[in-house]
């Protein structure tokens, strides 16, 4: 037996490490090696169901954390990392009891706060989600993005842009099946849509802000004689890069990347990007340093409802007014060649309203 436990806690610790050093498959290696010693250990299986977490593996997840719990019910990481896998899994209501169970045994997770507040948000309980990123940034978690989850939800103190690390984070998570689930599902033809308003004519340079996995430069391929994504999402870079349509591909701030180009380009897109950046006057400003006399600006928004020209909305996207486009264009010198209303995508089977712009610089 003491044999069996010694083999055992080498091949935890060596987990741990690779854990900690970001490498998951080793990791989830080692602590099944180590169970294979020292079976129903309940620290092993939640160790082992948080690296499963890592690796988007939900369902393998859930099943170990559940089975650490039944061992150990007083362990409160490990209903923490449950109620992430059933978030992930989509069992909302479950994952919220034991978020809730959680912070009944250790009030100080911040991480559990987060994802009390991911939870109620998805559920319609805005103010309970509100109070829980509050409870977050209390117990040490990140203050800036949780400060936009609670504008988001409250309306007050919006910053000018989302927090990159939200953007890079979501959309890393989101690679895997992106495409399929927002053509196929979400019925996004916003690609489609700009490129029928562009002249048919070739382009000597163009560049696709936020190019996602590549579908806007699949568009523009044709068309370009040289084309250039720019996308903050490392594995969203990978795909376009996969893809095989751009001449080059970069991982960067698109408002950065932009502000600080030496290039020139005939032609600069912008697909559902503008939705995470509020105050768009630094990108107007910076896409007509870039563009050549006479290049396009072809880009969408989500269409603000109301009388807000610029708003954060419960959904963590900007929306804004085409008063506030058509206040952009003329002092960053460009014209308006065409406006048109289109829906972007749907969420939840509802259409999202977009305004699709093609400005022309002067």
């Known amino acids: 037996m003491d044999e069996s436990f010694e083999r055992a806690k080498e091949f935890f610790l060596a987990g741990v490490r690779h854990y900690e050093a970001g490498r998951y498959e080793l990791a989830q290696a080692q602590f099944e090696a180590s169970l294979s010693f020292v079976p129903q250990r309940a620290s092993t299986l939640m160790n082992l169901g948080a690296t499963r977490i890592q690796l988007r593996r939900f369902a393998q997840a859930d099943e170990v954390l559940e089975e650490a719990i039944r061992i150990d019910p007083s362990d409160a990481q490990a209903w923490g990392h449950r109620a992430t896998a059933l978030a992930e899994l989509g069992e909302l209501n479950e994952a919220l009891r034991c978020a809730g169970q959680a912070l009944e045994r250790d009030p100080r997770l911040a991480q559990v706060w987060s994802v009390r507040g991911m939870l109620l948000r998805e559920l319609q309980r805005p103010q309970e989600a509100a109070e829980a990123f509050r409870q977050a940034i209390a117990h040490g978690a990140d203050a800036e993005l949780h400060a936009y989850y609670i504008a988001a939800l409250t309306g007050n103190d919006s910053p000018p842009a989302t927090p990159a690390r939200y953007v890079q984070a979501l959309f890393d998570g989101y690679a895997d099946g992106f495409e399929e689930h927002l053509v196929q599902v979400l019925r996004y033809g916003a690609p489609a849509i700009l490129a029928r308003g562009l002249p048919q004519r070739e382009w000597a340079a163009a560049l696709d802000l936020g190019c996602g996995t590549g579908l806007m430069g699949e568009t523009l391929r044709p068309l370009a004689r040289r084309l250039v994504g720019v996308d903050i999402s490392a594995n969203m870079v990978t795909r376009a890069q996969e893809r095989g349509v751009y001449d080059e591909v970069v991982q960067a701030d698109v ?34 340093r870039v563009l050549a006399p006479g290049g396009w600006f072809a880009f969408t928004v989500e269409l603000a409802q109301g009388q807000a020209d610029v708003m954060l909305q419960p959904s963590m996207r900007y929306s804004h007014s085409r008063a506030y486009v058509e206040s952009l264009a003329t002092p960053n010198g460009f014209d308006i060649a065409a406006m048109a209303q289109h829906p972007i995508r749907e969420d939840q089977r509802a259409p999202i309203p977009g305004l699709f712009a093609w400005l022309v610089r002067r």
């Open 255 to 288: 408002g950065a990347w932009l502000a600080a180009s030496q290039e020139t380009f005939e032609l600069v897109t912008a697909a559902d990007v503008f939705n995470y950046i509020g105050e768009l006057a630094p990108v107007f400003a910076s896409g007509q």
